[in-house]
């Protein structure tokens, strides 16, 4: 029990409670693993667009147009959602929408010519879209349920929990595509396939979070004022919240470089580094494996030498897993970047919410929690679509375009520096009394 110590709850939490809301991180973790990661991110480049020059291009510009919807939604989503106690409410009605759009990518390898990649892109932006809120939403819930001073352990615990959901996820998806290229089966067979099993784990399990955790806010509507008034209000107040802003900026950068890591890391193995399709999935699957790893030990190293300190020895990393990736040219090698890459995944990840948690107002988690998934989307069209586009205008050199991502840590860890948690924290609690 003292992996799992009761003084990192607020009073009244219940263990029960934080199980059904890391539950959620194990439904959704498969969507990002197995539809994002894994196994359409390749087959929609090499399958439905037959492995054209802007292929790759057209995929970031699918996942870009889908952040940059919830950029310019979820803040105010999660200003109404405090506003009205209704966090629970809108993760249901995300979670259904992310759960049917995957679902409905099993059609697309029926489809062919533009069709076909009109149809997938669009199912992607409507998807990640949904995926995106549901992730913001279910972060707004850390503050009610962790002390501060466990708000890492706590959220390396759903992180690490989350990234077991993915193994499992994609654990079945991988028994399925190897029975079926024992067949002789093609991708327009078992990709479909796929689809539908991660869509079902993502809907069964979610059910627990909807059945254990419970909406705790109050509502706090005052007069006529609107979300976005409410959202206004927050950004006219924005220096007194610099802290927070300062991450913001930080997160911009480096979770621009783990969005690279997350959506092409599949087409990176296998057109640069020449793995086949089974053996991307178990480079996934292990790289899960360290993840969870990685988010569950950094949690309690995170709460004792300090989220700052933590967050940015995550960002040395990355730039080490850049540097390697770039120069490797054998499997091996790549196995080497993709380890230290899921151990600096998972922790970078959690330090992240952890810190927003920290640093959020109490009575306006969701707000902040929006703000902070503005700032992740942004920087899923930077990482990316900066990805796709340089390696378009270096004539298809995705190792240049890797090592380029370095830029975008260190950028990370240079916004790191201003940032004063205490005052960060103080500010928060000034804000909600």
């Given at each position: 029990?003292?992996?799992f110590?009761?003084?990192?709850?607020?009073?009244?939490?219940?263990?029960?409670e934080v199980?059904?809301?890391?539950?959620?991180?194990?439904?959704?973790?498969?969507?990002?693993t197995v539809?994002?990661?894994a196994?359409?991110?390749?087959?929609?480049?090499?399958?439905?667009?037959?492995?054209a020059?802007?292929?790759?291009?057209a995929w970031?510009?699918?996942?870009?147009?889908?952040?940059?919807i919830v950029?310019?939604?979820m803040?105010a989503?999660g200003?109404?959602?405090?506003?009205?106690?209704?966090?629970k409410?809108?993760?249901v009605?995300a979670?259904l929408?992310?759960?049917f759009?995957?679902?409905?990518?099993?059609?697309t390898?029926?489809f062919s010519?533009?069709g076909?990649?009109?149809?997938?892109?669009?199912?992607?932006?409507?998807?990640?879209?949904?995926?995106s809120y549901?992730?913001s939403l279910?972060?707004?819930?850390?503050?009610e349920?962790?002390?501060a001073?466990?708000m890492?352990?706590?959220?390396?615990?759903?992180?690490?929990?989350g990234?077991?959901?993915g193994?499992l996820?994609?654990?079945i998806c991988?028994a399925?595509?190897?029975?079926?290229?024992s067949?002789g089966?093609?991708?327009?067979?078992?990709?479909?396939?796929?689809?539908?099993?991660t869509?079902?784990?993502?809907?069964f399990a979610?059910c627990?979070?909807?059945?254990?955790?419970?909406?705790?806010?109050?509502p706090?509507?005052?007069g006529n004022q609107?979300?976005w008034?409410?959202l206004?209000?927050?950004?006219?107040?924005?220096r007194?919240?610099?802290?927070?802003?300062?991450?913001?900026?930080?997160?911009?950068c480096?979770q621009?470089?783990?969005a690279v890591?997350i959506?092409?890391a599949a087409?990176?193995?296998e057109q640069?580094?020449?793995?086949?399709?089974?053996?991307?999935m178990?480079l996934?699957f292990v790289?899960n494996?360290?993840a969870?790893?990685g988010?569950?030990?950094f949690g309690?190293?995170q709460?004792?030498?300090?989220?700052?300190?933590?967050?940015?020895g995550?960002?040395?990393?990355?730039?080490a897993?850049c540097?390697?990736a770039?120069?490797v040219t054998?499997?091996g090698?790549?196995?080497?970047?993709?380890?230290?890459?899921g151990l600096a995944m998972g922790?970078?990840?959690?330090?992240?919410?952890?810190?927003?948690g920290?640093?959020?107002?109490?009575?306006q988690?969701?707000?902040?929690f929006?703000?902070w998934t503005?700032?992740t989307r942004l920087?899923s069209?930077?990482?990316?679509?900066?990805?796709?586009?340089i390696t378009?205008m270096?004539?298809?050199n995705q190792?240049?375009a890797?090592l380029?991502?370095?830029?975008?840590?260190?950028a990370?860890?240079?916004?790191?520096l201003?940032?004063d948690m205490?005052?960060?924290r103080q500010?928060?609690?000034?804000?909600?009394?």
């Open positions: 029990m003292a992996l110590p009761a003084s990192a709850l607020q009073p009244g939490v219940r263990k029960r199980f059904g809301w890391a539950m959620y991180d194990f439904a959704n973790s498969g969507y990002t539809v994002i990661t196994v359409f991110a390749a087959y929609f480049v090499g399958g439905i667009a037959k492995g020059p802007w292929a790759a291009f970031t510009a699918a996942l870009s147009t889908s952040y940059a950029m310019l939604t803040p989503i200003a109404w959602a405090d506003m009205r106690a209704a966090k409410r809108v993760l009605l979670t929408g992310c759960v759009a995957t679902a409905a990518l099993a059609v390898p029926s010519g533009t076909g990649v009109a149809l997938a892109m669009a199912l992607i932006i409507v998807s990640n879209a949904f995926y549901g992730e279910t972060g707004a819930f850390l503050p349920l962790a002390t001073e466990g890492g352990k706590v959220s390396g615990w759903g992180w690490a929990f990234y077991v959901g193994m996820a994609l654990g991988l399925y595509v190897l029975w079926s290229q067949k089966l093609p991708a327009s067979h078992f990709v479909p396939v796929t689809m539908l099993i869509a079902a784990i993502y809907g979610a627990a979070t909807f059945a254990l955790l419970p909406e705790r806010a109050q706090r509507v005052a609107g979300a008034q409410q206004l209000a927050t950004y006219r107040q924005a007194a919240y610099r802290d927070f802003m300062w991450l913001l900026a930080c997160t911009v480096y621009g470089g783990v890591a959506t092409l087409i990176y193995a640069v580094i020449g793995f086949v399709a089974s053996e991307t178990v996934i790289l494996i360290a969870s790893l988010a569950f030990g309690y190293v709460d004792r030498i300090g989220h700052k300190v933590s967050l940015a995550t960002l040395v990393a990355w730039i897993v540097v390697i770039a120069l054998t499997k090698g790549f196995w080497w970047a993709a380890t230290i890459a922790s970078s990840q959690s330090a992240g919410r952890a810190m927003t920290y640093l959020a107002p109490p009575k988690l969701a707000e902040f929006g703000l503005f700032a920087a069209i930077v990482g990316p679509l900066s990805f796709g586009a378009w270096t004539g298809g190792r240049i890797i380029s991502t370095t830029v975008l840590f260190v990370g860890l240079l916004l790191l201003p940032i205490q005052r960060g500010a928060a609690l000034r804000a909600s009394s």
